[in-house]
């Protein structure tokens, strides 16, 4: 079983930063991707950012230029730079992993981490 743990959401004001951490955990042998989504109230789950095999990185447009997206192979940690926040990126964010795990192929979601871009 992999558990995933996302952490460092938080309230900020717009034009400011936070930093987002994925944690994956378990009997983990690879991990083929890890991304961040977010949900704001009323919308549907988006992709934020994804790394894929490592190495390809995508962001959605709203968020290029602005976020990057980062993985700790060791550690199996992702994490997100956030600069530069607006309002419309408040949301809950959630960290998904996918990859080959002790009990076959694993697809998990983190509990989710609030920001809310607010004066």
């Known amino acids: 079983q992999v558990q995933v743990v996302e952490s460092g959401g938080g309230l900020v004001q717009p034009g400011g930063s936070l930093r987002l951490s994925c944690a994956a955990s378990?009997?983990?042998?690879?991990?083929?991707?890890m991304a961040w989504y977010r949900q704001a109230p009323g919308k549907q789950r988006e992709l934020v950012a994804a790394?894929?095999?490592?190495?390809?990185?995508d962001y959605a447009r709203s968020v290029k230029g602005r976020f990057t997206i980062s993985r700790d192979n060791a550690k199996n940690t992702l994490y997100l730079q956030m600069n530069s926040l607006k309002p419309e990126d408040t949301a809950v964010y959630y960290c998904?992993?996918?990859?080959?795990?002790?009990?076959?192929?694993?697809?998990?979601w983190g509990q989710g981490t609030q920001v809310t871009v607010s004066s």
């Open positions: 790394i894929i095999s490592g190495v390809y990185r």
């Open positions: 378990g009997s983990i042998f690879s991990i083929s991707g």
């Open positions: 998904h992993v996918e990859g080959r795990a002790a009990t076959g192929q694993f697809d998990s």
